[in-house]
């Protein structure tokens, strides 16, 4: 199971695209917090009830969302789950 | 008498003729270079408004395109009206120095790519197509759609938007991707023939068939050995020319050639032929 995961980090890392990325635990250990009229509400669970759930991440450098959706489509989880793409903020433009 | 418009009517007549015919090649080149979907929109419609107000003073230039170019490209540099307008009058006696068409980089290919990239939603990629490459205007795209303008105009401007937030790369797929991408490509220009040729009735409709043809064609002449390509111009052109002869669809199959060439409207078919029997 995590063997393709290893794998992956490293063509990652072999391409130098590699950035970070880290696998989350399940959301039986996710514990949700908010701030309501001034008084902090704590509560156990994730912040949406689904039945899809973020299970981790990659920061990537790649030139363009081809590269991207390439890179994508070889993370483990993209032939059981969905794996999405969104460019970083840019706060320097 | 003199006026200071000598030839207004010939000037509009010859720009809107340009909008129609060079608008996908003219756009092509100036997202090249300003590398940004919606400046590069915007800089040749300005162009195109100068040229309206310029052209009509002083005559066509020798190369219309190669100044629309030039005068879009500065359209990334923040001017001053005036600079502008003394910048543009320099390029009007300049012509000499001018690109023709042929000097023009075509970019097409890398533009159709772009405008039909699976990023995008279906309907979005043939809006967008039929705006850069077609040279319908927001409307006419709308019209296709029955949307309103307003609705069509910022799907569009959404879609642009997203080709440089998301970073869909401006270029032709390399071999690794480009049967599946030439497949959406082709799916959209069969999309844009198929509302031309279910809908007979209106002129808007019938316009759709002849951009879907136009875009066919497009395809061909920039990738002339793509079987895929060729096999959909054929398919395009053989059924625009059997909807021309009224041809039933109960005849056999094997009359189609004659019934068509008896009909007095070949239309397309003498250009199927070669398309067909081209291996």
């Given at each position: 199971m995590m063997q393709g995961y290893f794998a992956f980090?490293?063509?990652?890392?072999?391409?130098?695209?590699?950035?970070?990325?880290?696998?989350l635990q399940d959301i039986?250990?996710?514990?949700?917090?908010?701030i309501c009229s001034g008084k902090t509400e704590t509560m156990d669970g994730p912040f949406a009830e689904t039945k899809e759930r973020l299970g981790g991440f990659y920061v990537m450098d790649i030139p363009n969302l081809?590269?991207?959706?390439?890179?994508?489509?070889m993370i483990p989880s993209a032939a059981y789950g969905t794996v999405e793409v969104r460019p970083l903020m840019d706060y320097n433009s | 008498m003199h006026s200071a418009t000598p030839y207004p009517q010939a000037v509009s007549r010859a720009i809107d003729a340009l909008a129609r015919t060079d608008r996908g090649r003219l756009l092509s080149a100036l997202i090249a270079r300003l590398?940004?979907?919606?400046?590069?929109?915007?800089?040749?419609?300005?162009?195109?408004?100068?040229?309206?107000?310029?052209?009509?003073?002083t005559g066509l230039p020798a190369s219309p395109q190669g100044w629309l170019l030039k005068v879009a490209a500065q359209g990334d540099r923040p001017a001053t009206e005036d600079r502008k307008a003394s910048e543009i009058a320099r390029l009007s006696?300049?012509?000499?120095?001018?690109?023709?068409?042929?000097?023009?980089p075509d970019e097409r290919l890398r533009l159709i790519f772009t405008c039909c990239h699976p990023a995008l939603e279906s309907k979005t990629q043939v809006a967008l197509t039929l705006r850069t490459l077609g040279g319908l205007s927001t409307a006419e795209v709308a019209g296709a759609f029955l949307d309103n303008e307003t609705t069509m105009g910022q799907r569009l401007s959404r879609a642009r938007t997203k080709i440089l937030a998301a970073g869909i790369p401006y270029e032709v797929p390399g071999p690794e991707a480009w049967a599946e991408r030439l497949q959406s490509v082709l799916t959209v220009v069969y999309l844009i023939f198929n509302q031309g040729y279910s809908c007979s009735a209106g002129d808007q409709q019938r316009q759709l068939g002849e951009e879907?043809?136009?875009?066919?064609r497009m395809l061909d002449s920039l990738r002339p050995d793509e079987?895929?390509?060729?096999?959909l111009l054929a398919l395009m052109l053989i059924t625009e020319a059997r909807r021309a002869a009224g041809w039933p669809p109960t005849e056999p199959a094997c009359r189609l050639h004659r019934k068509i060439a008896n009909s007095g409207t070949t239309g397309g078919l003498p250009k199927v032929w070669p398309c067909l029997t081209r291996r």
């Open positions: 980090n490293e063509t990652l890392k072999a391409a130098g695209a590699y950035v970070s990325g880290e696998g039986d250990t996710a514990t949700s917090v908010r081809d590269s991207a959706l390439r890179y994508a489509t | 590398k940004n979907f919606q400046l590069a929109e915007d800089a040749l419609q300005d162009a195109l408004a100068s040229a309206v107000v310029h052209w009509g003073r006696v300049d012509e000499a120095a001018e690109d023709t068409i042929d000097d023009i879907a043809i136009y875009l066919g079987a895929e390509i060729k096999g």
